[in-house]
């Protein structure tokens, strides 16, 4: 059998992406090496947060809003909530690329944002206290999405529509032979059409004859239990965009550093070191700030 399209990496983007070509009658086959949803990909972590007002560029919106359709109409399928609309609190100098690149972003396309000064930050959500010349942007239909709820339910959607879902099989190599692409896997080789090649940190070895310019970093992300269990929406800090949520379903306050430099993890299929204290210690200076 020739399938109009192969993906290779059944994380967020190659699960959905087997889902949408399904749904639009292509035969598809999906490979992962592993059984997600697991702790080996980009997209473990438990959460991710979603926003439409992208401080990166405007051009992200109608994506992002697009995007946040989806979600919800593939909890409603699912009979679940797999976007949590909780809301998002940037926080930052006014002059800062978050907070400027978010309000020009909602601007361009009509999003509602709300700007709070320091001292409405403090009254509305006592547990920020903002350092001093800071504001603070809240979008309230950004939120959070359980990604290996999402996982679970793109997989089983998936599957209902037709794709052949190849987990705990590993992509050797693939090959263009003139008008198809072969895909070698651990247990045989595939032809298809079409080739999507979404494996996240194993995309340099997919993709070793491109010689793409792709350096993998390792980001850490920290679980600490408040002091006081308090409500509060994700956030974003305009410091090397350090971020965090609330405790939910009492798990801890899970927090990280998205920008800023990590060490590089060269090699995905070797295990990874120990988290070091240097490394808490960092996304936790953050938090104090």
């Not at 598809?28 to 997209?43: K, L, N, T, W």
Request: proline share 5%; aromatic share 10%; net charge neutral.
């Amino acid at each position: 059998m020739i399938y109009d399209a192969a993906i290779i990496g059944l994380g967020t983007m190659g699960t959905f992406a087997c889902l949408e070509f399904a749904r639009h009658r292509w035969s598809v086959i999906g490979f992962d090496q592993f059984a997600p949803p697991h702790d080996r990909g980009s997209h473990s972590g438990a959460t991710r947060i979603f926003r439409t007002a992208y401080a990166e560029h405007p051009d992200y919106v109608p994506l992002a809003v697009r995007a946040g359709v989806l979600w919800d109409r593939y909890g409603t399928e699912q009979g679940t909530t797999l976007l949590h609309r909780t809301g998002m609190l940037s926080l930052g100098l006014p002059d800062s690329p978050l907070l400027c690149g978010t309000r020009a972003s909602a601007a361009a396309h009509g999003l509602t944002i709300e700007n709070l000064s320091r001292s409405q930050i403090k009254s509305r959500f006592p547990v920020f206290e903002a350092p001093v010349g800071w504001e603070g942007v809240l979008e309230r239909t950004a939120g959070w999405i359980d990604v290996n709820a999402a996982l679970r339910s793109g997989l089983e959607l998936a599957s209902h529509a037709g794709v052949d879902l190849r987990t705990g099989t590993r992509v050797e190599d693939w090959a263009w032979t003139g008008n198809r692409f072969a895909v070698r896997t651990s247990v045989g080789t595939f032809m298809a059409a079409h080739l999507i090649v979404t494996a996240g940190a194993w995309v340099s070895r997919i993709l070793a004859d491109l010689a793409l310019p792709l350096q993998v970093l390792r980001k850490v992300l920290v679980w600490v239990n408040p002091l006081r269990d308090q409500p509060f929406p994700v956030f974003a800090s305009a410091s090397d965009f350090f971020y965090g949520f609330p405790n939910i379903g009492g798990e801890g306050v899970k927090l990280a550093i998205h920008g800023g430099v990590g060490a590089s993890a060269r090699n995905p299929d070797n295990l990874q070191p120990e988290v070091t204290v240097n490394e808490v210690r960092s996304v936790i200076e953050a938090a104090a700030e």
